[in-house]
C-alpha cells in the first residue's frame, strides 16, 4: 500500500544504506540503555526516530556522531558503519568523522559571534577553502541551502543571537551544512519552535534530502509522519519496529508501535 | 485495546461507532417495515417509513461532522484512522440502502392503487438473504470481524441467482397477460432495490474488511474462504 | 477568619521589611561614622602650610627648608608643628611667642594653605610634612605587577586543567577541596611561607617587591583558581556540544568558546584578587616589609614597602602630623581599592551584553 506513493527518487530506499547499525548495545556505566539494536538508514532519506521519553533514541542518535564519547562512563559495543567503514574502530578520528556526520540540537545554539563568523566556523578549522572569497561561497550556498539567505545577507557581521530562534535553527543547520557532511543528526530540532518557524525547518528538512541523509528524532509523531521515509519506534532501549513511514502508521505491525501512535501507551 | 490516554477521544470514537450500529438499526427495521407493507398492503406504514426515512439521512450528517472533527482535532492513525474512514464510507451506504427500503415503500403506495396481486410473495423469499447481508455486515464492523465481514460479501452470489430467478418469473408474468405490467413493473422496481441492498451490503463487508486488515479488498483475498 | 489570618501576613511583611531598613541604616549609620572620621583627619593631608620666604622666621619653616632656603622661592614650607597649629590650631610644642608670630603672619598674608602635591611625590621621610606616598605606590605597583605574573597563569591554567581535563576521581576531589580551603587560610601564614621558602631557602632580597609579590601571588592563586573553575563552569554545555559537533578538538572548544565566553567571570576574579592583594599588610610584614625606606624601588629586588604597610608604619609615629598622613594614604588606597572594583563591575557589566 505504502509503495504507491513513493516518488521514483524515494525508490532509491532500496539502494546501499548510508548507515548502518548492527547489534548495538550502549551502557552508561551498569545500566544498559540500548539493547541489540539494527537499523539501516538509507541514503538521501530521513529517517525519524520516535518513541517514549527514556526509550533510548537520543541516546541512539549520538552513538551515531560519537558524541556519546563525552560521556565518561558510556560504553559501545556493536558496530555503527558509514558506507562500509565501522565508526568505533580505533583507527578512526572522532574529529574528522564529526564532518560526515553533523549534528543540529534541540536548543539552537549559535556561538556568541556574528552569523558570517558562525556558519565559517566548521570550513575554518577543518581548512575547507583556499582564500576569502572561497570561504564567502561556502557560507553564501550554506546559507542559501539553509533557506535563510534572503533574510541575512545584509547583516552577516551583526551578532547571530539577535536573530529570531526560528531563524537561530536554521542558522545552525547552515553551520552544520557548511562542513558539507554526509549525514545530518537532528535531536528534536523543532521542540523550541512556532508552527511557522517549525513548518520552514521541515520544508528544508525536505529540501536537504536531495543532498544529505537525515536522521531526525522527534517527540511529535505528526512531524515524523510528515518528514520522514522511514520510521522507527524505540520503546525502553529496543528498537521495536522500523519500517515505511506510511505504513507504519496505518498499519503498525508490532503492538506496542500501535498503541504509543495511536495515544493508547500509558 | 487499552483505553486512550485522552478520554475524551476514546469517547468520540465510540459514539461514532454507535452511531453506525444505530444506523444500521434503524435500517434494518426500515427494510422490514417496507417489505411488511408491501406485503400487508398497509398504505400506512409505508408512509412511515416514507416520513422515518430522513432520520436516517439526519444520522448520516452526523457521522460525517463527527468523523470529520475526529480527523481534524484527534489526527488518529493506525487502527483509530481507519475505523473513522470506514465509518464515513459506510455510513452513506447505509444511508443508500435506508433510500432503497423507501423506495420500497413508495412501491406499495403505488400497488395499493392496483387490484391485489399474487406475485408479492416472492419478494418477501428475496428479502431474506439481503437482510441478513446487512445485519451481518453491521455486525461485522461492531466486532471488527473479518471472517463475518467475508461470509456477507459471499451471500451476494446468492442474491443475485434469486433475483434472476424473480425477474425471470415476473417477465413471464407480464408476457402472459399485459394487464400485468401494471404492477409487475413496480415490484421489478422493487425487486431492483432489494438486490442493490445487498450490492451494498458487500460493499460494506469490504470497508470493514480494509478496517481490520488495513490492506485494500481484493477478490483473490476471497478465494482463502 | 482568612481575613484576620491575611492580615497577619501582611503585618509580618511590613515588620520584616522594617527590620530590614533599620539594619541597613544602621550599617550605613557606621560606614557613614568610620569614612567621616577618615576623611575629617585625611583630607588636610592633602593641604601644606607655606610661609612667604623672609629671614627671621627660621625657626617656622620645616627644618630642611630651614638649611636649604632656595633663593627665588616665594613661599617655603613651614615646619609640621606650624602647620598642624594651622590647621587645626593644635598647639604641641609651640612656644607662646611662634605663635603669635604665627597669628602675626596670618594678618598680614604671609602663611598660606596650599595644595600638597608633595604628598604623592615624595617618599616617606622622618618629617610629617614632607612625608609622601610615592615610594609606597611604586611598590605597590611592583608588588602587585609580580602578584599578578606568579597567580594568573598559574590559578587560570590550574583551574582550566581541573575543569575541563583533569578526570574525576578521588585524587582530583581531594586537590579542589584543598584549593577551595587554602582560599579561607589566614593571609599572614602566607607570610610565614613566603619567610621560610622564598627569604631564609631561597635567599632572595629581603623586603623587596619580588618577595612581596611572590609571596600575595601564592595568596592569591587558590581565589583565582575558584573564581576561574567557577566562570567555566558556567558557561552552558551546549556551547561546547555545538562546537564538538563541528568536530573541534577538545582544545579548540576550550579556547574558541569556553575561556571567551568565561572571560569576564575570569577578569572578576583576577581584579578582586589583586584589589585583595593590594590591600594585605600582614604577610609582608612577616617578610620584613616594614622597613622606612626613604627612597622608591627601581627594581624588583631593590628594598620596597607597599602602601598599606606605609599606613601602618605612619600609624605608629608620635608626630600629630603622621595622623593626617595616615588617614590620608587611607584615603588614597581607598580610591584606589574602588576604582579596582568597580573596573571589575564595569568590566562584567560591558561583557556581559
Not at chain 2, 21 to 44: C, P, W
Not at chain 3, 115 to 140: K, M, Q, Y
Not at chain 3, 250 to 279: D, N
Request: aromatic fraction near 8%; charge should be neutral; hydrophobic fraction near 45%.
Amino acid at each position: 500500500m505504502g509503495a504507491l506513493f513513493l516518488s521514483a527518487r524515494d525508490l532509491r530506499l532500496k539502494m546501499a544504506p548510508k548507515m548502518n547499525v548492527k547489534d548495538l548495545n550502549l551502557f552508561y556505566g551498569d545500566k544498559q540503555a540500548l539493547f541489540n539494536v539494527s537499523l539501516d538508514l538509507p541514503e538521501f532519506q530521513t529517517t525519524a526516530l520516535i518513541g517514549p521519553s527514556g526509550c533510548g533514541k537520543s541516546s541512539f542518535l549520538r552513538c551515531l556522531n560519537r558524541m556519546n564519547d563525552i560521556v565518561p562512563s558510556a560504553q559501545v559495543e556493536g558496530q555503527v558503519l558509514l558506507d562500509g567503514h565501522d565508526i568505533y574502530a580505533p583507527s578512526v578520528d572522532v574529529v574528522e568523522l564529526r564532518t560526515h556526520v553533523g549534528m543540529v540540537f534541540q536548543k539552537p545554539n549559535p556561538f556568541p559571534r556574528s552569523i558570517y563568523e558562525n556558519v565559517a566556523y566548521g570550513p575554518r578549522i577543518h581548512c575547507l577553502f583556499k582564500n576569502k572569497t572561497d570561504l564567502d561561497k561556502i557560507v553564501e550556498k550554506s546559507l542559501h541551502r539553509a533557506g535563510l539567505w534572503g533574510e541575512v545577507k545584509d547583516r552577516l557581521h551583526q551578532p547571530a543571537t539577535r536573530l529570531s530562534g526560528g531563524q537561530q535553527q536554521r542558522l545552525c543547520i547552515a553551520r552544520a551544512i557548511a562542513v558539507n557532511p554526509d549525514v545530518i543528526l537532528m535531536d528534536e530540532p523543532c521542540s523550541a519552535l512556532d508552527p511557522i518557524a517549525t513548518a520552514k525547518v521541515e520544508e528544508l528538512i525536505d529540501e536537504l534530502r536531495e543532498k544529505f541523509t537525515i536522521v531526525i528524532v522527534t517527540h511529535n509523531l505528526q512531524q515524523a509522519a510528515r518528514v520522514s521515509q522511514q520510521t522507527a519506534f524505540f520503546h525502553s532501549g529496543y528498537l521495536v519496529e522500523a519500517g515505511e513511514t506510511g505504513a507504519l502508521f496505518t498499519t503498525p505491525q508490532d503492538k506496542r508501535t500501535q498503541g504509543y501512535i495511536t495515544g493508547r501507551y500509558g | 485495546m487499552n483505553e486512550h490516554i485522552v478520554k475524551a477521544y476514546d469517547e468520540e470514537l465510540k459514539t461514532l461507532h454507535a452511531l453506525i450500529r444505530h444506523m444500521g438499526e434503524k435500517t434494518v427495521e426500515q427494510i422490514r417495515k417496507a417489505i411488511q407493507s408491501l406485503i400487508e398492503r398497509n398504505g400506512k406504514l409505508a408512509q412511515e417509513v416514507i416520513d422515518h426515512d430522513n432520520e436516517i439521512n439526519l444520522l448520516e450528517i452526523k457521522v460525517d461532522e463527527l468523523a470529520v472533527r475526529i480527523l481534524a482535532l484527534r489526527q488518529p492513525v493506525a487502527s483509530d484512522l481507519r475505523m473513522v474512514v470506514a465509518a464515513l464510507k459506510i455510513s452513506n451506504q447505509v444511508e443508500r440502502i435506508a433510500d432503497y427500503a423507501a423506495n420500497i415503500a413508495k412501491r406499495t403506495l403505488l400497488l395499493n392503487e392496483m387490484p391485489p396481486f399474487p406475485g408479492i410473495e416472492g419478494l418477501s423469499t428475496l428479502v431474506r438473504i439481503p437482510k441478513q447481508m446487512i445485519e451481518k455486515a453491521i455486525s461485522a464492523f461492531a466486532a471488527s470481524d473479518v471472517d463475518l465481514a467475508l461470509q456477507v460479501w459471499h451471500m451476494d452470489r446468492e442474491v443475485d441467482e434469486l433475483y434472476n430467478a424473480y425477474l425471470r418469473q415476473l417477465f413471464d408474468t407480464m408476457i402472459t397477460d399485459p394487464k400485468n405490467i401494471g404492477p409487475c413493473t413496480q415490484l421489478l422496481f422493487a425487486a431492483k432495490n432489494i438486490e442493490r441492498i445487498g450490492d451494498q451490503s458487500t460493499n460494506i463487508a469490504e470497508a470493514v474488511y480494509t478496517m481490520v486488515t488495513g490492506k485494500p479488498f481484493k477478490e483473490s483475498d476471497t478465494l482463502k474462504k | 477568619m482568612k481575613k484576620a489570618i491575611l492580615k497577619k501576613r501582611h503585618l509580618r511583611e511590613r515588620w520584616f521589611r522594617r527590620a530590614g531598613l533599620m539594619s541597613l541604616l544602621l550599617a550605613l549609620l557606621f560606614l557613614g561614622a568610620i569614612f567621616g572620621d577618615i576623611i575629617y583627619k585625611g583630607y588636610p593631608a592633602f593641604l601644606r602650610t607655606e610661609i612667604a620666604t623672609e629671614e627671621g622666621l627660621s625657626d617656622l619653616l620645616n627644618p630642611h627648608a630651614r638649611y636649604h632656603v632656595q633663593e627665588g622661592l616665594q613661599w617655603t614650607t613651614a615646619s609640621d608643628d606650624v602647620d598642624m597649629y594651622n590647621k587645626r590650631g593644635y598647639v604641641g610644642r609651640l612656644l607662646p611667642d611662634q605663635i603669635l608670630a604665627i597669628e602675626a603672619l596670618k594678618k598680614t598674608g604671609k602663611i598660606r594653605l596650599v595644595f600638597n602635591g608633595a604628598f604623592f611625590t615624595h617618599s616617606d621621610s622622618r618629617e610629617p610634612e614632607l612625608a609622601g606616598i610615592w615610594g609606597g605606590l611604586v611598590g605597590s605597583l611592583l608588588t602587585l605587577f609580580v602578584t599578578f605574573l606568579t597567580a594568573f597563569p598559574l590559578g587560570v591554567g590550574t583551574a582550566i586543567y581541573l575543569e575541563e581535563f583533569a578526570p574525576k576521581n578521588r585524587f582530583t576531589h581531594w586537590i579542589e577541596a584543598n584549593i577551595n580551603n587554602l582560599a579561607a587560610v589566614p593571609s599572614i601564614l602566607f607570610g610565614l611561607l613566603g619567610l621560610v621558602f622564598f627569604i631564609h631557602f631561597m635567599g632572595l632580597p629581603r623586603p623587596s617587591a619580588l618577595v612581596g609579590g611572590l609571596t600575595l601571588g601564592l595568596m592569591s592563586l587558590p581565589v583565582m583558581v575558584v573564581a576561574t573553575r567557577a566562570s567555566l563552569s558556567s558557561v552552558p554545555s551546549t556551547l561546547k556540544e555545538a562546537a564538538l559537533g563541528l568536530g573541534a578538538t577538545p582544545l579548540q572548544v576550550l579556547f574558541h568558546h569556553v575561556v571567551p565566553t568565561a572571560l569576564p567571570g575570569i577578569m572578576t576574579g583576577v581584579i578582586l584578587s589583586l584589589a585583595r592583594a593590594l590591600g594585605e599588610t600582614a604577610p609582608l610584614l612577616m617578610i620584613g616589609m616594614v622597613a622606612f625606606i626613604a627612597t622608591p624601588p627601581s627594581s624588583f629586588l631593590d628594598p620596597a614597602t607597599v602602601l598599606p604597610v606605609q599606613i601602618f608604619n605612619w600609624s605608629r609615629s608620635p608626630e600629630m602630623g603622621f595622623v593626617e598622613n595616615t588617614s590620608g594614604a587611607i584615603l588614597v588606597l581607598l580610591f584606589v581599592l574602588v576604582l579596582l572594583n568597580g573596573g571589575a563591575v564595569f568590566i562584567r557589566k560591558r561583557f556581559e551584553t
